[in-house]
């Protein structure tokens, strides 16, 4: 049995994880990097193993940075099964196809560039729309949360709410090879407890080895109601001083939520029914449909709204902005909207156009309700640069700026503790996070156990594993 590392170590992104048993080679997420000022170049890297001996792929959620390299691993050879929840499949689907679509835009872009200046290095977009339509093909089974899963012969695989967006889990792997056992707990994204629309995270079994996500492994998050009143306080004040309020929003799950909350307000008459609401998100206004359609994934109260057919999403003044028109005539409100748009760490899309025209305006206010990684636009404003440049200007930052962490998505450093304290693993194995958080979580864990795995190390599992199946499994 081996594990090794080929993602999000030591960093925040780019998740992937192989493990081996018994001539068996199963991938844990293959996501995308982001952040870095070298892209293209890191995304574009070998995968530090062959992808066509990879048998299958154990997705634990649908964000870019867990499944965004999926089409490449296709492109390069990989032939075997893709295993996730049916709510992760549905949601990776949007996702890959946007992402797709804007490396072809970018290629397209880049290239007519080069060619108006003499330049004729060419450049090609990382995979392609039929390369994602193939990675979906391999999207064969699908998975319940708790349901024990025969991978291969010695091998199951149980997948458990892990609470963090729709359809997302942690993963259990129950492994024997040579007479030897061994359970590898994988975190994936662990959420945060009571949050409006999922439940809370399942609790984890005892495992031997656990490889554990630990974004906000060094702080706690405000409280959730603070949060969202803090929320209501901001947009109630940029109204009064005749302002809009732009909020870089994540597609999956935050926007969602943000939805339910500014619902909530206009119902508990805190917010105006005359607050205009711009999802201006593609890709957010196709997620909010699939999140209609699983409604088994909610808390009971959420899950009861829908089958009383009150939609938690709706609101007066709710406006689906897919059109690339409808998108620019938002710039026609001066004051009283909210304007909701991807991407959350302002990489890309059609936030950065709002962020173009409300920056400078002192009467507008900019919130940030998730995770910046270092080196994104959003990290450079959260972190009060003076200027920034967007589209290819330099904007001057004036408005109003409010973090709210409050929503995030991830477990905060209690939250990933009483994760982990569940496991009692023998040996842990950290991940998915900046590496001084990284540190800080570790010194919390029983020393000796714990590790911070570099890019393409490979670890025997042999030491952590059973001869039998002990009592405590």
Not at 36 to 42: A, T
Not at 163 to 186: A, P, Q, W
Not at 311 to 326: A, E, I
Not at 385 to 392: D, F, I, N, Q, S
Request: aromatic share 6%; charged share 20%; hydrophobic share 40%.
């Amino acid at each position: 049995m081996k594990l090794s590392f080929h993602g999000a170590d030591l960093g925040v992104t780019g998740s992937c994880h192989l493990l081996e048993c018994d001539g068996v080679r199963i991938l844990i997420d293959c996501g995308m990097y982001q952040g870095s000022r070298n892209l293209n170049e890191e995304n574009a890297d070998a995968f530090g193993f062959d992808a066509a001996s990879i048998d299958y792929v154990l997705l634990t959620h649908a964000h870019l940075d867990h499944c965004g390299r999926l089409p490449l691993l296709v492109r390069r050879g990989f032939r075997g099964n893709i295993i996730a929840t049916a709510a992760t499949r549905d949601l990776a689907r949007i996702v890959l196809l946007d992402s797709a679509h804007l490396q072809e835009s970018e290629a397209d872009y880049q290239n007519k560039k080069n060619a108006r200046r003499g330049n004729d290095k060419h450049m090609e977009a990382l995979y392609n729309t039929h390369d994602v339509l193939h990675t979906l093909d391999h999207f064969n089974q699908m998975v319940h949360y708790d349901q024990e899963l025969l991978i291969a012969p010695g091998i199951t695989a149980t997948f458990i709410d892990a609470g963090h967006i729709l359809g997302s889990s942690s993963v259990v792997l129950n492994l024997t090879e040579d007479g030897k056992k061994c359970r590898v707990v994988f975190s994936g994204d662990i959420g945060s407890n009571g949050r409006k629309l999922l439940r809370n995270p399942a609790t984890p079994p005892k495992a031997d080895v656990v490889v554990m996500e630990t974004t906000y492994g060094d702080r706690l998050h405000k409280p959730l109601d603070l949060s969202i009143e803090e929320l209501y306080q901001v947009i109630t004040e940029t109204f009064r001083h005749g302002g809009n309020v732009v909020i870089p929003t994540f597609a999956l799950e935050r926007a969602q939520e943000l939805l339910y909350y500014l619902r909530e307000g206009v119902e508990k008459h805190i917010l105006s029914r005359s607050m205009q609401v711009f999802l201006d998100s593609p890709m957010a206004i196709s997620a909010t449909e699939i999140f209609r359609q699983h409604t088994g994934c909610y808390d009971a109260e959420t899950a009861a709204m829908f089958s009383n057919e009150h939609d938690p999403f709706d609101l007066p003044g709710l406006h689906f902005t897919r059109d690339v028109t409808d998108s620019m005539a938002i710039n026609r409100f001066s004051g009283g909207a909210v304007i909701m748009a991807g991407a959350g760490m302002c990489t890309g899309g059609r936030i950065r156009h709002h962020l173009k025209h409300h920056l400078w305006r002192q009467n507008a206010s900019i919130v940030f309700v998730g995770f910046a990684a270092q080196g994104t636009l959003a990290r450079e404003i959260i972190d009060g640069a003076r200027t920034v440049r967007v589209l290819g200007e330099e904007i001057a930052v004036r408005a109003g700026i409010h973090t709210i962490n409050g929503f995030s998505a991830h477990a905060d450093r209690d939250e990933l503790l009483a994760w982990h304290q569940h496991t009692h693993a023998r040996q842990t194995f950290l991940v998915h996070g900046e590496e001084e958080v990284m540190h800080s979580f570790a010194h919390l864990l029983p020393a000796g156990k714990v590790s911070l795995p570099q890019t393409a190390d490979s670890i025997d599992l042999t030491p952590y594993c059973h001869s039998q199946k002990t009592a405590e499994h």
